[in-house]
């Protein structure tokens, strides 16, 4: 896409956060969605394209009452919404829409409205993963880790070290789920959930939603927001099955994804002020950091354990206390997405002094997508 | 509670009838040689046609696993393996580890592996134990 061409002028997260068991799905999608618009001085009718993942954005536009010309339903798990963006910054230049609207809402702890986890028997996942007892993300996505482990002779104190220093930057953020301190010990004590994954090290399960609204980077300057541009994107998909990623140590999605967003950005690694790094688990962060090229192989461990991500370091990481300690409805990406737009504004929590470039890079399924969205707040 | 199962589709259909024959089926492409699984009537490296099912050796090694400690009410109530092997054809695979106790110290990457056939009602499951001698 074209540098600069689009920007984020509406962004909120849902008004309550962690457990609302008095509102539906898709109710948490409208209350983000009203929230964004709020922040943006937009009504539903000023809204010409819709996109969304969980509900279908059929859904959505009536329970908004939007009459869209432009509707996207990529629907690949948590980075749904990075592909979203991207995919609204090209319909956007195109012509497709001026206005376009994304919506993320879950009712992943309350369940209310919500559908269930079946998967067909009949399908690849269904016939070569589910008779061998995958239940949820905690049993799929941490399968390769202990090859990822051994290949680069780490240990499960390095897993726990990136939820010790998430839990850091939650303590600073009001809205966080969890704020009190832990230690690698208090995470290796933690509850045994999936050798060699704690609790500790598995995201949170939570009830919420985010949206954004993009528009032209001319129409842009108008709004009353900062406007926070998209300076580039990238995007793909490996595998639905965990089992057959072409390599345990790396995810194919997050080079190609990466990459192609870097490429399109013009920037090189040490341009990047601010980073959020889709965590279901903790071993996402380290996969990440490698496979987007911040640090080579086998060596992000070593790069968090001596706090160049944590708070005064040189490359501060998941600064909302990510999946781990924030909030993680079920599909996170939407979350890291409101956390650079923040930061880019200049009002986070815990903001990054000066950051002028922020780096999103979000999973979908277990390893199986990708989308990263590079964004700016100089115009 | 019965035990999760898959439903074969006409492409997978001879897989599942190999384990019912205790047989491990794969499949290779007869234009580039290349081996691959999941089942498909196509070669996913070069996109031929030309194809044909053959029995695996059956062994492999251990790649990479975790323990579930909280099994699913069809895998019982113990902690369980849930693991993919390398064969030794080139794909990975998922399976549950058999045979040896479900501990990180029984458990160890890279240890060989061989295929056997549990069964379910009218489907056989290829499972792996460790390989003997």
Known sequence: ?379 | MDRALPTPTPETQHFWDGCKAGELRLQRCTDCSHTYFPPRPFCPGCGSRSVEVYAASGKGVLWSYVINHRPRPDMGKDPHSIAVVKLQEGPTMMTNIIGCPQTPEALQLDMPVEVVFETFGETALPLFQPAKG
Request: net charge negative; charged share 20%.
């Open chain 1, 1 to 379: 896409m074209k540098q600069k061409s689009v920007a984020v002028v509406g962004a909120a997260e849902t008004t309550k956060m962690g457990k609302i068991p008095d509102q539906s799905v898709i109710q948490l999608h409208a209350d983000a969605a009203l929230n964004a618009m709020a922040d943006a001085g937009l009504k539903p009718s000023d809204i010409d394209g819709v996109a969304t993942a969980g509900a279908s954005p059929v859904e959505l536009a009536h329970y908004l009452g939007i009459t869209p010309t432009y509707a996207d339903g990529t629907s690949v798990g948590g980075c749904s919404f990075m592909l979203h963006v991207r995919h609204a910054a090209a319909a956007i230049n195109e012509g497709l829409a001026k206005t376009i609207l994304i919506t993320h809402g879950e009712s992943g702890r309350s369940r209310v409205g919500a559908g269930g986890f079946g998967r067909n028997p009949a399908s690849l996942m269904g016939q070569f993963e589910m008779p061998y007892g995958v239940t949820s993300p905690p049993t799929m996505f941490t399968i390769p880790v202990l090859r990822y482990l051994k290949t680069y002779g780490l240990t499960e104190e390095d897993l726990a070290m990136v939820a010790v220093i998430q839990r850091e930057w939650a303590a600073k953020n009001p809205r966080a789920s969890f704020k009190d301190p832990i230690t690698v010990d208090d995470v290796l004590n933690s509850p045994m959930i999936a050798w060699p994954f704690r609790m500790l090290m598995c995201c949170l399960v939570t009830d919420g939603g985010g949206a954004l609204i993009l528009t032209s980077a001319d129409r842009a300057k108008d709004f009353p927001q900062k406007p926070v541009y998209v300076l580039g994107t990238g995007e793909s998909v490996e595998t639905p099955m965990v089992s057959q990623m072409e390599d345990f140590t790396s995810s194919k999605a997050f080079r190609v994804s990466g990459k192609k967003a870097f490429d399109e950005a013009g920037i090189k690694h040490a341009d990047v002020d601010h980073l959020m790094i889709y965590d279901a688990f903790a071993h996402l962060p380290l996969y990440g950091l490698e496979d987007l090229g911040f640090c080579k192989p086998g060596e992000a461990a070593a790069f968090i354990r001596e706090r160049n991500t944590a708070i005064g370091g040189k490359l501060p990481l998941n600064t909302n206390g990510g999946g781990l300690s924030y909030m993680h409805s079920g599909m996170y990406g939407m979350y890291a997405l409101q956390e650079s737009v923040r930061q880019m504004r200049g009002i986070a929590p815990a903001q990054v002094p000066g950051a002028k470039i922020s780096v999103c890079h979000g999973v979908g399924g277990m390893f199986a997508a990708s989308g990263t969205i590079i964004f700016t707040n100089e115009g």
